[in-house]
């Protein structure tokens, strides 16, 4: 089945540190540039990060620059976000999203809490 | 960057009108313009892309118009299942593909 399927989520504490996990399958991975999309609480889809099919090319919106970190595995068919310096407004539910346009993929969401 | 700008940002209509959302990008996007449907509870669904290419699986009555710096999803005749956010996006800043602020849809 083709699916991506979102891991790692949780309550963590302002100033703290998570890591998310991404993991793809029944497809060729290697193929599709992946990326992050968040929904805070009451507020709209934003995106947040993407990585190229070989880790060639990295963005990150202003929100999270120089916080969260991109990687993938090709090997494990698995993309990750580190995040760092949590913050309160980081609360949100965490997409991963295979490509874009016709080729899109979404996965279902991972929670991301901060809070006291 | 490239700001998505959408309006309006909520919308009431009555089963079987023509609803219209339009989309503005701060600068040329030629036709890299994608519009999302998002329910509650739901991973966001692609409707259209290329700004007029309807996603497989998509009904009819969603089509999409624009190219440069003006965009437009338009539902035909509105059903019940068509309540949801609206999301456009943009495709032609690579790897940095912003939304507009979306479009929340209801039934009157």
């Known amino acids: 089945e083709v699916q991506l399927v979102e891991s790692g989520g949780g309550l963590v504490k302002p100033g703290g540190s998570l890591r998310l996990s991404c993991a793809a399958s029944?497809?060729?991975?290697?193929?599709?540039?992946m990326h992050w999309v968040r929904q805070a609480p009451g507020k709209g889809l934003e995106w947040v990060s993407s990585?190229?099919?070989?880790?060639?090319?990295?963005f990150y919106a202003d929100s999270v620059k120089g916080r969260f970190t991109i990687s993938r595995d090709n090997a494990k068919n698995s993309v990750y976000l580190q995040m760092h310096s949590l913050r309160a407004e980081d609360t949100a539910l965490y997409y991963c999203?295979?490509?874009?346009?016709?080729?899109?993929?979404w996965g279902q969401g991972t929670l991301v809490t901060v809070s006291p | 960057d490239i700001q998505m700008t959408q309006s309006p940002s909520s919308l009431s209509a009555s089963v079987g009108d023509r609803v219209t959302i339009t989309c503005r990008a701060s600068?040329?996007?030629?036709?890299?313009l994608n519009w999302y449907q998002h329910k509650v509870g739901e991973a966001p669904r692609l409707l259209i892309y290329?700004?007029?290419r309807l996603q497989s699986g998509v009904p009819s009555r969603f089509s999409g118009s624009g190219s440069g710096t003006d965009f437009s999803l338009t539902i035909s005749s509105l059903q019940p299942e068509d309540v949801a956010t609206y999301y456009c996006?943009?495709?032609?800043?690579?790897?940095?593909?912003?939304f507009g602020q979306g479009t929340k849809l209801e039934i009157k």
């Open positions: 996006q943009q495709s032609y800043s690579h790897l940095m593909y912003t």
């Open positions: 600068q040329s996007i030629s036709n890299f």
């Open positions: 029944g497809f060729t991975f290697s193929s599709y540039a």
């Open positions: 290329a700004a007029s």
């Open positions: 990585i190229s099919s070989t880790s060639d090319y990295i």
């Open positions: 999203v295979r490509d874009v346009a016709a080729a899109v993929l």
